[in-house]
């Protein structure tokens, strides 16, 4: 069955930086897209960065800059590099990966989620 492993999480200072990794398990990796998504209390779930199969990156305008999205395809694993961290960045994180055919999306899988908080 398909497994969704992220780790990376915690507490960190307004400034600083995370590294969040998501392992994926039971699928041909490369295949998939992989996003990360935010959610903090209140708020709706926000994508914060994807990377296609293809290996093209989007970014929220908020992160634009700041974050990072990247794949290994080797290790079936997908990065967010979080830098100049900020309060607003506090919110639990998801990894998720979708398979397309094209345009149509056959279905999705989703970690876990993991705490990041930013606070001095």
């Known amino acids: 069955q398909v497994q969704l492993v992220e780790s990376g999480g915690g507490l960190v200072q307004p400034g600083g930086s995370l590294r969040m990794s998501c392992v994926a398990s039971?699928?041909?990796?490369?295949?998939?897209?992989m996003g990360w998504y935010r959610q903090a209390p209140g708020n709706q779930l926000e994508l914060v960065a994807a990377v296609t199969s293809g290996g093209g990156t989007t970014y929220a305008d908020s992160v634009k800059g700041r974050f990072t999205i990247s794949r290994d395809n080797a290790k079936n694993t997908v990065y967010l590099q979080m830098s100049s961290l900020k309060p607003e960045d506090t919110a639990v994180y998801y990894c998720r990966i979708s398979r397309r055919l094209g345009s149509v999306e056959l279905g999705d899988y989703w970690g876990q989620g993991t705490q990041v908080t930013v606070s001095s």
């Open positions: 039971e699928i041909i990796f490369r295949l998939y897209d």
